[in-house]
């Protein structure tokens, strides 16, 4: 048949449904109705002819969708954003195209309530952010697992996903020699080798001005917390930045010397002045030797009592007055990459020990771990197995097995020479605790050799995903006992320990490991854009552009705001430097507060200069990479990458004139290879232009009015950053869903299937009537069957194992 | 996402003209034959810069004898140590998110984002199958970046592991690399203190190993199939570890003055890549391993290097669109890369090694995925091998092949000189003449 021939039939075929439809149609005559819409929209390119995409919809059974699950899912969430049919082609109204996807979805939704499918939870290995939680929570000190593990990789978006964390010599190494590190640490073992801890702000950080974390009237340096194994001497050496030819700023030509100050507790340990008459003399006839004095002149070596101390190394703020400088100086003081003129820095510290180790100290990570002593009243080994039970039950977080206690006695044994060293036996045996399987592999256990049926998790398992989830981390002991008494699967226990979990301050790590990855703010440290062009950029407005996206995630997720606050939220969160940055007046002081917003434009992450500026190149903003963005994580449908090899058009045809960047994009899009995409991609991007590369308002580019208008891919016509935002927020749901499912990738550590999807909905429209509260997805998601089941595992896969 | 049939027709014909020639029989004849056994103090090593060089500024004048091009100047004082091959190409698949991890075998892998990746053994585990058994540690993998933080850079259907690591143990056990200095020297040479204290580590660490073996056996019994696959890997990187802590036992007194274990990872880039280089030159002075596979940076790096007056991004500048001066901080960077190896090579040189120097017994090699980075092209990649290879390469030449050449052929015949046979590289087509 051709074309228009069945255009035809299919246009009279739905015009007689119409006329024959009543109040209450068979199922067959409302699948014949959304065939007829198919057929006539859909089956052109999807023939199977054509294949287009690979998918054939022409003759589609549309009584019975739930038989290709996974092809319908994609229809429907082509509908919904509007992709499908493309921009050019003949469309379906809106009301009609969202009909086909609601009655599909309705279909598919009936089929996976008569018939679950939870999916596969695999075995999950604690990545490195885990391991981290994992061991501050059982012992009660942070490890620096950034420098001591190596990265683990993601997928789907998340570096959390079971299947794609795997094992390496080079990891197991790392494991065994950090579990000897940490166990050496809590138990405050004196024979602990020295070693050297690095700190560094990073080279863009100003330091002209106060660091949060040192006292008033400082300026610059750096602030660490640091965990000191036992009592003894530390070696405590900051190195002053020196410019290219190893010249230490402030060493010369300054009359009135640097006061600088070490800082331990806040207490003021060592001083040292820098510069003045004698270093500039020093310097002018011995630069070396001036360089090198200074910084010997800053170092210590104290006695430090084990436990975590707070150190600083700053110096005594100067008035700006003293000196001349120019008018109005760069915000940042490094903007050239090497200038030797200007304030001293702090560039790094190494705090090297302990050296003559006096005791392990008496520090709360040891009265932890050590509640009770060989006596007369204990022997040894029962105190050993008292120890080594509790902490390996939150360790393993389920009842202990006989044999793995035994196997921890048995270290216990060999560590203190059979009970001679008590406390060297118990370090060797939390050494193995926190380096095997038990400790590191999460997972449900099932019945050896049976078929893999469809279940519910069991409830400790449950409680492993549910702190997994929630805080990164292990069960703490209410929820375990919660959990191995078998009161947890009751879902008014489940509702009340997540409601529990999300106030913890545990829950921070959702903001710290799902949202920072959602939004791939971990992308900004990375970056920086032309100091030519933007000389005020330091880290210090970095940090403060992050802190702002980091307060109002915060907000939403942990003081249970809805959703919809993080794309409309008419208020913000920031401190004098970034509402200058952003002109806004009336915020005066380094301290964040929420501020209110009276400009539409500036409202929810789409105003917030992390996001543009994560979304713009060095010099310039790019609107593909904006549109790709909102594309991905507000439509939950990221552009395929460009083909390779497609030479970028500028190649071709240089400019005569300068020309804005909406100018240079429109000509890449008269490419047809290109224009595919982009014409959805693109109008979303060039919405948020009025925003330039850092993040800053602005009404022209290169000398031109800013053109901010675009058609979004369902047809909405929008105009600046407002208009784009009114969009979004016309259509919560779709918002509100991509959000869902990416909390649901994140907390079922595994990429979503179309089997997925019937619960990703109900979800989200569970939570729509709780105004899309942050808790409503999360219980959402926590009380939902893939969450809370498991099991179907593929026969193929059994029998691939016999 | 699907991808439209339309989309997919014209990329084919992209790649299409861009394809490989088929059959290059002049080069088959004059493929030497596959030496019986490698060179007895055989070391290799294999360094990656991303982002690719403009073939421009990398190709020598044709002829044989090497006449350097001003971006390889520095590497004149050992001018007749190196070689310059040009004319080869990565395979089509190549781009920022596959290149590295293809850049060893030649061939292809598995478009996937999830745990089912598959590409081949890399060229530097072969040869660690043949010469890294009796080192403490088979081979060694460093980086300088850290990706972890960036998962949205490589979300385009392949999993970010093909980023970031160039060598793969099999087809689907791709290996980390270890970017924080102290930890390599920890991997290395132990942890720090007393021999004493040293070996009684690794007594206790043997015996945690066993117990952590036992652990993960009983662990598996109550296990579906895919997860025992899951444990099954573990269980064989346990035993590796194990095998390695016998030998480091053994190779504790290795007669070398350590220096101070290094402080974390620098926060200067070139003091970060020499430290690297270092710990390279160490281990395989000391013998701890003689096979190390090198990533100066991932594909599409964000480094930028106002150091060297390149305050844009390594990738931005790599998509310079033929601007002078774009192409111009393209080439600093280039340059720079390659005088912090070259300084690498002098340092082997230096150093005695049996019969001769370590640079004599080495086998290296360094270069891109990528030719010209504007436009991904995986043609007409910069490359060069450095080292004599234990009297098995000689130097100074200018190795040029008709273009394109596969890589795979490169593949092929560095693993001639290494003494290996590597059998059905996907996409080989022949010998490159060494």
């Avoid at chain 1, 549109?627 to 045809?653: E, R």
């Amino acid at each position: 048949m051709s074309r228009t021939l069945r255009q035809a039939a299919a246009g009279a075929a739905l015009a007689a449904l119409v006329l024959a439809g009543g109040c209450s149609r068979s199922p067959e005559q409302l699948a014949a109705e959304q065939h007829a819409v198919v057929e006539r929209y859909c089956a052109d390119c999807h023939s199977s002819a054509e294949r287009e995409a690979d998918l054939v919809l022409e003759n589609a059974d549309l009584l019975h969708p739930e038989t290709h699950a996974a092809a319908w899912e994609k229809v429907i969430h082509k509908l919904d954003v509007g992709l499908m049919p493309p921009p050019g082609e003949p469309r379906p109204d809106r009301k009609a195209a969202l009909g086909l996807a609601r009655y599909l979805e309705a279909k598919l939704d009936a089929a996976a309530a008569a018939a679950p499918k939870p999916g596969r939870q695999p075995l999950h290995r604690l990545n490195r952010a885990e391991y981290g939680n994992a061991i501050r929570d059982l012992l009660g000190f942070s490890v620096d697992v950034e420098q001591l593990l190596p990265a683990d990789s993601s997928s789907h978006g998340f570096d959390n996903v079971s299947d794609v964390l795997k094992t390496s010599p080079l990891l197991l190494e790392r494991y065994l020699t950090l579990g000897m590190l940490v166990a050496g640490t809590a138990v405050g073992d004196t024979t602990i080798a020295p070693r050297a801890v690095h700190y560094a702000p990073r080279p863009d950080l100003s330091q002209n001005r106060w660091i949060e974390g040192l006292p008033l009237g400082t300026r610059g340096g750096l602030v660490v917390e640091h965990y000191f194994p036992v009592d003894g001497t530390y070696e405590l050496r900051p190195e002053l930045w020196e410019a290219a030819a190893s010249t230490v700023r402030g060493l010369e030509g300054f009359k009135t010397p640097f006061e600088y100050e070490m800082l331990l507790d806040g207490v003021v340990v060592h001083r040292a002045t820098l510069g003045g008459v004698e270093d500039d003399a020093l310097s002018n006839r011995d630069q070396g030797s001036a360089t090198a004095s200074a910084q010997e002149r800053i170092r210590a070596r104290l006695p430090i009592t084990a436990g975590v101390h707070k150190l600083g190394f700053t110096f005594v703020m100067k008035s700006f007055a003293i000196e001349q400088r120019v008018l109005q100086p760069f915000e940042s003081d490094l903007p050239a990459g090497n200038d030797a003129y200007g304030w001293p820095r702090i560039a790094q510290v190494l705090v090297t020990g302990p050296f003559e180790a006096t005791g392990p100290g008496d520090t709360p990570v040891r009265r932890a771990i050590f509640t009770c002593r060989p006596s007369a009243a204990i022997a040894d080994v029962d105190c050993a197995e008292q120890i080594l039970g509790r902490l390996a039950r939150r360790a393993y977080s389920r009842p202990v097995k006989e044999t793995e206690l035994r196997t921890l006695l048995d270290f216990y044994a060999q560590g203190s020479g059979g009970g001679r060293d008590f406390e060297r036996g118990i370090e060797l045996a939390l050494a193995r605790m926190i380096s095997g399987p038990e400790f590191l592999f999460r997972g449900a256990k099932r019945a050896s050799g049976a078929p893999d049926a469809v279940r519910p998790v069991d409830d400790v398992t449950l409680a492993s995903r549910l702190a997994l989830f929630l805080w990164s981390s292990i069960p703490d002991d209410e929820l375990l006992d919660a959990a191995i008494a078998g009161r947890l699967s009751d879902s008014k226990t489940l509702e009340a320990q997540v409601r529990r979990m999300l106030a913890d301050p545990r829950a921070e790590a959702l903001v710290a490991n799902f949202a920072e990855q959602w939004l791939q703010l971990r992308n900004i440290a990375a970056k920086t854009p032309d100091l030519l062009e933007f000389p005020d950029w330091d880290d210090n407005l970095r940090k403060d552009m992050v802190r702002e996206t980091h307060l109002l995630l915060r907000h939403v997720m942990l003081d249970d705001a809805s959703v919809l606050d993080l794309v409309g939220a008419d208020y913000s969160f920031m401190n004098e430097r970034l509402a200058q940055h952003y002109g806004i007046d009336g915020v005066f002081g380094d301290a964040f507060r929420r501020v209110q917003l009276t400009d539409p434009n500036r409202r929810g992450l789409l105003g917030h200069g992390s996001i543009l500026f994560e979304t713009s190149v060095a010099t310039r903003t790019s609107p593909v990479f904006r549109g790709k963005w909102i594309m991905t994580n507000v439509y939950d449908s990221p552009p395929i990458p460009p083909p390779p090899n497609v030479p970028s058009l500028d190649d071709s045809a240089p400019a005569a004139k300068p020309q804005s960047v909406r100018e240079r994009l429109e000509r890449h899009r008269e490419d047809p290879v290109c224009a595919g995409c982009h014409l959805t991609m693109d109008p979303p991007g060039f919405a948020l232009e009025n925003f330039d590369a850092v993040g800053r308002w602005r009404d022209t580019d290169a000398g031109r009015p800013v053109d901010a208008t675009g058609k979004l891919s369902d047809g909405t016509e929008v105009s600046g950053p407002a208009a784009l935002r009114e969009a979004i927020l016309n259509r919560p749901e779709v918002f509100a869903g991509t959000l869902t499912k990416k909390l649901m990738t994140y907390a079922l550590a595994r990429g979503l299937e179309p089997e997925d999807m019937p619960a990703a909905r109900a979800i989200v429209r569970a939570a729509a009537k709780d105004d899309y509260r942050f808790s409503a997805l999360v219980l959402g998601i926590v009380q939902s069957v893939p969450f809370r089941m498991t099991g179907g595992e593929p026969p193929e896969a059994v029998a691939a194992n016999k | 996402m699907f991808i439209s049939k339309k989309h997919l027709s014209r990329r084919a014909v992209l790649r299409g003209a861009v394809g490989f020639t088929v059959g290059l029989p002049l080069l088959d004849a004059m493929v030497p034959a596959a030496r019986a056994a490698p060179p007895p103090q055989l070391r290799f090593g294999a360094v990656y810069v991303p982002n690719g060089v403009r073939p421009e500024i990398w190709t020598p004048p044709p002829g044989e004898k090497l006449t350097l091009p001003p971006l390889l100047a520095r590497f004149e004082p050992m001018r007749d140590r190196i070689n310059i091959v040009t004319g080869l190409t990565s395979s089509p698949q190549s781009e920022h998110h596959s290149a590295t991890s293809l850049w060893l075998h030649g061939g292809y892998l598995r478009k996937t984002e999830g745990a089912d990746v598959r590409n081949a053994q890399t060229l530097d585990q072969h040869i660690a199958d043949a010469i890294g058994q009796s080192t403490a540690l088979p081979s060694l993998e460093l980086g300088i970046e850290d990706m972890s933080g960036s998962p949205g850079s490589c979300a385009f259907g392949f999993s970010c592991i093909y980023m970031n690591t160039l060598a793969w143990r099999t087809p689907t056990a791709p290996l980390p690399m270890e970017l924080n200095p102290q930890t390599v020297f920890e991997r290395l040479f132990g942890d720090s203190g007393t021999p004493e204290q040293r070996a009684a580590r690794w007594r206790e660490k043997s015996s945690m190993l066993d117990s952590v073996l036992a652990a993960a056996k009983s662990l598996n019994a109550d296990l579906g199939p895919q997860d025992r696959v899951t444990v099954d890997e573990y269980l064989d990187n346990v035993r590796e570890v194990e095998r390695r802590i016998q030998l480091a036992e053994r190779q504790l007194d290795s007669g070398i003055d350590l220096p101070a274990a290094p402080t974390g990872v620098p926060s200067s880039y070139e003091e970060h890549v020499k430290l690297m280089y270092d710990l390279v030159a160490l281990a395989f002075r000391a013998d701890v391993t003689r096979v190390f596979t090198f990533m100066k940076g991932v594909e599409a790096s964000p480094i930028n290097y106002p150091q060297i007056g390149v305050p844009e991004s390594h990738h931005i500048v790599s998509h310079h669109e033929n601007k002078p001066e774009a192409q111009q901080k393209y080439a600093k960077i280039n340059a720079y890369h390659l005088g912090l190896f070259a300084d690498f090579v002098e340092s082997l040189s230096a150093t005695r090694d049996g019969d001769g120097s370590l640079l004599d017994h080495s086998l290296l090699l360094y270069g891109s995925g990528m030719g010209n980075g504007n436009v991904h092209d995986h043609r007409k990649l910069p490359l060069m091998l450095a080292g004599g290879a234990g009297g098995r390469l000689r130097g100074g030449r200018h190795i040029a092949n008709p273009d394109p050449t596969p890589m795979a052929n490169l593949i092929a015949s560095l693993g001639d000189v290494a003494g290996i046979e590597l059998a059905g590289l996907e996409n080989a087509t022949g010998r490159v003449a060494l």
